[in-house]
């Protein structure tokens, strides 16, 4: 089981700007893919952005432009970059990782966007 942490989240007017961070409890390139995922409540979690171990990445039509995903391999870390928020990017984001057929999620960090 892959253990997650994510952090970053908080309160932010629209138009600004955070950066979302996740730990992984192992190395991520034995990680077959990473992702965001954000969810409110009452509604289905959304996959926001993936990347893969090869490092090819995905950012969902909603976001595209605003979010950006990275990685820093040396420290185990994934990153959303999110730029331009606005009040529907309201919502507690999850970081996962799928691993030999396996997903785990974190526990989530809260975005709120405040008009």
């Known amino acids: 089981q892959v253990q997650l942490v994510e952090s970053g989240g908080g309160l932010v007017q629209a138009g600004g700007s955070l950066r979302l961070s996740c730990v992984a409890s192992?190395?991520?390139?034995?990680?077959?893919?990473m992702a965001w995922y954000r969810q409110v409540p009452g509604q289905q979690r959304e996959l926001v952005a993936s990347?893969?171990?090869?490092?090819?990445?995905y950012v969902s039509d909603s976001v595209r432009g605003r979010f950006t995903i990275s990685r820093d391999i040396d420290k185990n870390t994934l990153y959303l970059q999110m730029i331009s928020l606005n009040v529907e990017d309201t919502a507690t984001y999850y970081c996962?990782?799928?691993?030999?057929?396996?997903?785990?999620y974190g526990r989530g960090t809260q975005v709120t966007v405040s008009s």
């Open positions: 192992e190395s991520i390139i034995s990680i077959d893919n």
């Open positions: 996962f990782a799928e691993k030999n057929y396996r997903g785990d």
């Open positions: 990347i893969t171990s090869g490092g090819n990445t």
